[in-house]
Structure formats: C-alpha cells, structure tokens
C-alpha cells in the first residue's frame, strides 16, 4: 500500500506537469499559428472584424483553453473511464450490487446531459459577452485621450461599465443555471456509494455475501463517488470549451490570398496597374483604373478625401487582391510572386506609425532583426533620429511604451523612416507622412525622406504642397479614377481639382491669428 501511494503520488505529479506543459505549449502554438494565419488574409478582414474579437480569442480564450481545457478533458475521460471500470468490477463481483450501480450511473449521466444542455444553450451569450467586454477595454484605454479631452469620461465609462456589468451578469446565470445539475449530481453519486454500502451490509448480516466481498463493495463505493465527482464536476465547462475551438477554427477556416507564387527578384521595378477594379463590400473604391509608374520616379497621388488614394496604394502592394484587372511589378502579375517576396520590394510609412513596446533599437531592425548596431545607428542618422535618441535616458536601449506612447509624433515618424531605411526597399510607399507633424519637425522629417527615397521608386499620398509640387507626376484620383495626371505646372494650367486643392491649401496657409 505504500508503493502504491507513492507510485500515485509520482504518477500523479507527472500527469499535472505534462497536463501543464501540454496544454500551455499547445495554446502557444495556436497563437502563433493564428498569427502566421492573419498575415495572409485580405487587409477587408481587419475592417469587419473588430480588434476586440481577434484580441479575445487570441488572448482569453487561448488561456481558458490552455489552464482549463486540459484539465477539463483529462478529468471529464478519467472520471468516465474509471467509473465504466468500477462497475465492470463490481457487476462480476455481485450481480446485486451491479445492477444498482448501473442505474445510479445512468441516471447520474442522465443529470449531466441536462446540465450539457443548459450550458450549450448559454455558451453563445457567455464568449460574445467576452469578446464585447475586451473590444470596449481596447476602445477606452486606445481613445482615453479624446474621452478626456472632449470630458466624456462619464460616457465613455458608462459603457465600459455595462459590458462588463453585462459579463459578471452572464457569468453569474451561468453559475446559478448549474447549481441545480451540479447538486443532483452531487446527490445521485453521494446516493450510490450510501446504498452500496447499505446493501452490501445487509448481504453479509443476511449471510448472502462474505465479509471479504463487502469490504470490497464498500470500498468499491468510494472510488465510484470519486469517479463520477470528477467525471461530473468540469463537465459544464466542455460547451465553454467546444465554442473556444469552434472561433479559433473559424479564424483557420477564413480564405487567405493567394500566396503560393514563386520567391523571385522582379527583373525592374515599374509598376503596372492594368483596368483594376476594387469593391469593399458593395462600394467601388477603385474602377477600372490604369496607371504606369516607372522606376526611380516620384509619383504623388492627390484628391478628395475617400476618392481612393490609399487603397490604389494598397492594391499596388497586394494588401487586397484586384476584383477586376491586373497589378504588376517588373511586369509580372504580384499574384506571381510569394507574399514574402513580393514585401521585400515595398517599404512603408504611414500616417499612423506603430512602434513596439521594446528597445528604440530593435524597433529600427524590426525588418533586419539581424542587423548590427553600427546599421542601426547608421539608418537612425540618416531618418535625422539620431540626437533626440541619445538624449534619451538608455539611448538606443530606451524602451518605449506599446504605440509609441512615450514619442511624440514627428519622433514616432522619424523612427519609422529609419526602419524603412533599414529595409532598403527598392519601393517606398508613403501615406501622407507628414500630415501630422508640427513645424518645428517638419524640416527634420523632410530630410529624413529625402535620405529614404533616394534611387527609389516613391508613391506618395500627401496633402502638403511641399510634398506634392517637385513630383515627377502627379495623379489626381476621384471616385475611384484618374480624373487628371502630370507635373505641377502643367495641372496649374488646367481649371481641375489639383488647382482647386492648390489653391485651398495656399488659402489656408496664409490664415493668421488677430491679435
């Protein structure tokens, strides 16, 4: 008896820490291929998506699956099995007793396939109440800012304070639905050990049963109750579980694009855009477009907010793929190349800059995480970064808050650039760079795209005249088309947008305070 204690007491220290391990790796696993899996998905996906469901499932969910799912399982088929073994047992040792064991186990599974029901039926209301609380926590903590400064903290909070009013609410009915399964459960499998051993004492006062088998059967008593408790106790939890799996396949089972095409160097890098069409769900963004961009030329895209600016960008560097039309790079379709390399031609910055909660250096080798120290500095001197990062506390070794928080907005920029400049990408993307940069940086971000662009390919969205004016060409894009293309002076001449949009800009500029 006291090997065996200790060779369960070993046996089961082994089982938690591989029910551990297993359980934690394989939800960390999942993630990253959940990751890997959103990389290739159309850019549409993330605008009808909200970050809130994505976030839940890759977050909550995968952790519920990983602490609980594991444990779930392993007691849920032990508790069965061992319960099935027992009865098997004792039927052979007295009929009697068997019998009556069955039809306790039967109406114990009975109980708990209501109680299955009665969780299936609230498991929907449960992971949709989680998915709402983590979208309203992710919109407060990202817009605290405007709720502050437009004083609708009240509001906003209110808000916040329902959806997660609303989960404690759903978490609590959950609870309170399973009480009445659980207790008869409870019941049902205290009842069966209580008459076994009642019936096995009768047998051997009665002289029907030995005194060995009884202890036997009394015995036998315990382990079912053990059995059916745990076979019992986390069975509510398995709906929770199917609906957790069930929206992770369900990110797996969404089409990603096209991404089998081959891993090959374009043979130039003009860019052709062919009789493109793009609809976002029922709206044309783009119809039946053609554009040529040669190479080491400076394209400037202008026009109406809305009219498509940005998305002939992303359709350029297959962020979504052509409804209609063709898009070639080096003169071949980018459906050809593989998505890995087709992006190591495109470099990217945009109006909205992301940096990672890491080191201000390794935010600059983001694209060439094997890049050494002296490339860093080198990429950051030439996106004019270099200063203000020195006189950070750690220098290159600051970390800086998730977003960028602790950067203002033209040093959030310039950091961006020099990652760009990492890259060293034959073709730079730019949307409206310099939209958002107060005056006083605004010569340092100039020169620091002027050291990115460089022998390159640029397209770039801008607003800024500065911008705009020295372009190669400029495209006017509206509703989708190109209503008019050239170089500043020649859309100068015509009474268009471009002249409308010139003259708008230079109206604004002139604007002064009265004092």
Known sequence: M???????????????????????????????????????????????????????????????LGNIATRVVMMTTQGILNTIMITAMICIFDIRIGLMAIGGVVIFFGINGLLQKASEKLAPAKNASDVALVEQVIEYVQGISEVKAFNLTGRYSKRLNDAIADNARINTTLEFKMIPFIISQTFIAKAIGVVMCAMSIYFIINGSMVLSKGI??????????????????????????????????????????????????????????????FSYEEKTIIDNLSVHIPAKTTTAIVGPSGGGKTTLCH?????????????????????????????????????????????????IRFGQPEASMEQVIAAAKKACCHDFIMALPNGYDTVIGEGGASLSGGEKQRISIARAIMKDAPIIILDEATANVDPENEKDLVDAIEALTKEKTIIMIAHRLKTVRNADRILVVDKGQIVEQGKHDELMKQNGIYKKFVNARELASSWKLAV
């Open 2 to 64: 006291l090997f065996s204690v200790f060779g369960a007491s070993v046996v089961r220290y082994k089982v938690t820490m591989l029910q551990c391990e297993g359980g934690y790796r394989t939800c960390a696993n999942k993630r990253i291929e959940i990751a890997e899996h959103l990389r290739y998905l159309p850019m549409g996906y993330f605008n009808k998506n909200s970050l809130g469901s994505i976030t839940s499932v890759t977050t909550n969910r995968m952790e519920q």
């Open 216 to 277: 036997v059967m009394m015995i036998s008593a315990f382990i079912m109750y053990s059995s059916l408790d745990n076979a019992g106790m986390f069975s509510s939890l398995l709906r929770i579980i199917d609906y957790i799996v069930k929206d992770t396949k369900d990110i797996f089972e969404l089409k990603p694009m096209d991404i089998e095409g081959k891993d090959m160097r374009p043979e130039s890098f003009d860019i052709d855009v062919e009789n493109v069409s």
């Open 315 to 363: 359709l350029i560097a297959r962020f979504w793929d052509v409804d209609k039309g063709v898009v070639k790079l080096g003169g071949k379709n980018v459906k050809d190349y593989s998505m890995d390399a087709l992006m190591r031609n495109f470099s990217f910055v945009f109006q909205s800059v992301y940096l990672f909660q890491d080191t201000i250096a390794n935010n």
